[in-house]
């Protein structure tokens, strides 16, 4: 009969452990997305408004010394990500494969211009900073015109204000909702032990001594935890960069670094803070309280 009772104990104990170590997994991994995401949503954003190519189109007189010399401009420039110089050659060929036919045997003449295709660094994406690069391209007496998208301009940056300020809302809500789940995982476990921690206070135990195997314990199933929610998340981003390279995922080795870290330190924090407050809670009750 004992040894039937000692398996059920035992049974429950490793369920309430299973518990506490999946609640803590699921969440920290959610959590984990979450931060992995808002870490590439920058760059995700950045590369969106990088391929936004503003042209710039040169006056038939542009010689070649007039070219280089704006190419070189381009290549000291910092707000220049990349630029592709365009021949109008080019580009009439280019046009002749988009419209399936070739214009200039009806035009008898070539009227495109040569130009270049610029793509400015995310950060000179705004209206102010792409008015004053346009200014200071215009200044050149052979450029005929510089031509982008500016609608397209608008709409990048009130849209990623928006859903920046989304993405902060949402990540503040989410980590609220992980410390209540894991701090109730943590409260039932402890409330199993409620009869063991009273009976160890009868008996003349300390709080702190009491509190210690239970801190402890709950400690090492997060970590358990956390450990197995940054094999996860290792997991997903290796899975995203083999199957979406172009994504870039990987090349912040060090961000990701700290967000794996902080996922296994918010284990440890939330499970130690709640163990706490939980003994604590049954510490102050008085006995008839416990039923």
């Known amino acids: 009969m004992s040894s039937s009772f000692d398996k059920f104990q035992k049974r429950r ?22 931060g992995l995401f808002v870490l590439n949503s920058k760059k995700l954003s950045d590369d969106f408004k990088e391929e936004i190519a503003m042209t710039v189109f040169f006056k038939n007189e542009a010689n070649d010394s007039v070219i280089n010399a704006f190419k070189a401009e381009l290549t000291a420039a910092r707000f220049v990500k990349k630029s592709v110089y365009v021949t109008k050659e080019a580009a009439a060929k280019m046009h002749t494969d988009v419209i399936g036919e070739d214009f200039m045997t009806f035009l008898g003449a070539n009227p495109l211009q040569n130009s270049f295709d610029i793509n400015l660094k995310a950060d000179y994406i705004v209206n102010d900073s792409i008015a004053k690069i346009e200014d200071r391209l215009r200044k050149n007496e052979m450029v005929s015109d510089i031509v982008y998208d500016k609608q397209l301009v608008n709409l990048v940056n009130d849209n990623i204000q928006k859903v920046s300020l989304w993405i902060l809302i949402i990540s503040g809500f989410l980590a609220l ?70 994504l870039g995922i990987m090349e912040a080795p060090v961000m990701i670094g700290l967000v794996l870290f902080g996922v296994i330190v918010l284990g440890i924090l939330i499970t130690w803070i709640s163990t706490f407050f939980a003994t604590q809670r049954f510490l102050n009750l008085r006995t008839d309280d416990l039923y």
């Open 13 to 34: 104990l490793l369920t309430s452990y299973f518990s506490v170590v999946l609640s803590v997994f699921l969440v920290l991994f959610l959590l984990g997305i979450l």
């Open 177 to 246: 909702v992980a410390v209540l789940l894991i701090n109730s995982s943590m409260r039932l476990s402890i409330y199993s032990n409620r009869f063991i921690i009273k009976t160890m206070q009868m008996v003349g135990a300390t709080k702190s001594f009491i509190r210690k195997p239970f801190i402890w314990r709950s400690v090492k199933l997060g970590i358990i935890g956390s450990v197995l929610a940054v094999l996860a998340l290792i997991g997903v981003l290796v899975y995203i960069d083999t199957n979406f390279p172009d």
